[in-house]
Structures are given as C-alpha cells and as structure tokens.
C-alpha cells in the first residue's frame, strides 16, 4: 500500500514539473526582436552589444527594393544608389554579425515607393505592369530567401503591408510561398498591416500570422494603464480566434509607439508636426501594455520592435519624438520584458 501510494505520488510530482518546464519553455521560445535598420556601411560586432544588453534573441534584417511609383511594375534591388547595408552582401554580413552573438534572425523584404507612399496603395493599373512587377518581386523575394537559406536564418518574410496586392492577387504568394520553399527550409510569415490582417486568406500556408500592430488602443493625451489594457481587450479574441482557426501563431513582425503624447492614438503616425509634444513616459506606457496584455497569450510567437540603429550613441535619446526606444526610458522597459521572457 505505501509502496503504491510513493509511486502515485512521485507520478504526480513528474506531472507537475514536467507541464512546469513545458510552460518555461514556451515562454522562452518568445520572439524579443528589434527591428534593424540598414545603413550605408556594414553590420559589425562593434554594433551588437546594445542590442545584447535589452536581451534581444532576434532581429529583423530588412532589405529594401524601391519602386518609383506605386503603379510601377519596375522594382530596383542591388542598384548602385543602394546603401550597402540593406543589398544582398549587406544582409549577409548582418546575419553572420548576428548569429555570432547568438541572435537569431528574420530577413524582413520591404518595399520602398518613392515619396514614402504606403505600400498599401500598390496596384498595377495595367497587365503588362503587373506581369513586370510580379517578375521583379519574385525574383527579389527568391534572391533573399536564398541569403536565409545559405546562412541559416530562422525566419523569412515574403512581404510587408501589401494589402491591395495580396487582394488582386493572392495567387502571386501563394506562387512565391511555393517557390520560396523550394529553397529555403525554416519558417515563413508574411507582415499585413493591423487594419487588414484578417483578409489574408494565405496564412494556413505560412508558418506564422505576421501583423504589424499599430493597433490604436487610446485616444488619451497622457494614456492610463487601463485605458490600454482595455484598448487590447477587443483585439485578443480577434487573435485568439484567428489563431485557432488557421492553426498558426501570431507573431508582431512590427510594434512600437513614438515618444509622444497621444501615441497610442495613431501609431502608425510618423509625420512629425509643431504641435506634438515629446513624452517619453507615454512611450512606456504603450510599450508596457503590449507586454502586459499581449506577451504571454498562448496565441502569440513575439515580436520584432519597431525600430533599432546600429548606431547606437547617436540614437534616440531625450529630444527625439520617433520610434526607437534607444537611449529613452523606453529602453529600461523593453530590456526588463525581454529579460523576463530570455533563456539567458
């Protein structure tokens, strides 16, 4: 008899701990991405250490090709007029740089449309334009998936906010998803806008809902807590739901707020204009309502910060009103975040 109780309760005990290591290792699985920014020269490990002190485990290499219009069916990558950084040795370098570190990466592809018009607004007008773009696009997004492929990357993006592509035409990613297989073996996703996520019919395909989350959340000059924590309240079932429909986890391939007042209004908002008031605090608060109501849902894979200088002493800092957490309060708070959910 006691025999048999010792082995129900060392049973037991097994049980505990086992789902008490499983749960510690899906939240150490999470995604604590920056979002790095290419620049004219080179990644080197003199650039690392910022991002190793916020505990980061990932970083989105992004390598920009450019269109001159939005209805252009040319897209230009590996141009002369491109910085070293963001070209196909650029991103290489990048990757190698941080994988040394023990940085795993997502090679992110965007689009630049001259002029900063949203790449939302993408759509060729006629069909030997569209022919000639989906030509081009192809062969950019295949010439970077094989830079993941040969080094290793963990994730690969097949595009980023093209809303009125991916409606007109889904079957050019379900064409490239294919193809981009065929080359590269580690996780897919593809980065939609927060507005129009949901109309991505292609997800079950890839390995990862991506979104980039400038979800408005406040209309608050000076948020409180609980107006972001209920701002998120009528989104988490939209992800929850997604998730389970198409089987995949969310991950936030682009999230952030601007150190200003009324940031989480219109986060997707960087004009800057002379009524704006800088708010580091504010940019806390933001930050912190992500992390609080978003990090630990069992639907989510992480998130990639929007976004990271490798210039890091130049960056950021107390008058700057943009993105990057760098050298503001904001910082502390993504470095105890990404501490709280590391292995290291």
Sequence with gaps: MNEIRLRYLLGVLLFVLTNNISAQDTINDRVNGVSLVSERFLLDSIHLPPI????ANYAAVIPYCFMPYNDSGTVFYEDNNQWEGEGLNGTRVAIQELHKQGVKTMIKPQIWVANGVFTGKIEM???????????DYGAYIIAFAR???????AVYCIGTEM????????????????????????KLTYAENWDCFENVKFWGKLDYI???AYFPISKAGIPKKKD??????????????????????????????????????????YSVTKKEKIDQRSQVRALTAIY??????????????????????????????????????????VRAQYTKFSKK
Excluded at 52 to 55: A, D, K, P, V, Y
Excluded at 125 to 135: I, Q, T
């Design 125 to 135: 007008k006629s069909e030997e334009e569209r022919v000639k773009f989906e030509k």
């Design 147 to 153: 830079v993941a492929a040969e080094e290793n990357s």
């Design 52 to 55: 190793l002190r916020i505990r």
């Design 163 to 186: 809303q009125l592509v991916v409606k007109s035409r889904p079957q050019l990613f379900l064409r490239l998803i294919r193809q981009v297989r065929e080359v590269y073996k580690g």
């Design 210 to 212: 991506g979104i980039d």
């Design 292 to 333: 609080d109501n978003i990090w630990d849902q069992d639907f989510f894979a992480g998130g990639f910060l929007w976004k990271w200088y490798p210039n890091h002493q130049y960056a950021g800092g107390k008058h700057n009103s943009m993105f990057t957490v760098q050298n503001k309060l904001a910082e502390k708070t």
């Design 228 to 269: 972001l924590d209920m701002g998120w309240s009528k989104y988490i079932p939209v992800f929850d739901s997604l998730s389970s429909v198409v089987d995949r986890k969310i991950i936030f391939t682009e999230y952030g707020y601007r150190s200003i007042r009324k940031c989480a209004a219109t986060p997707w908002n």
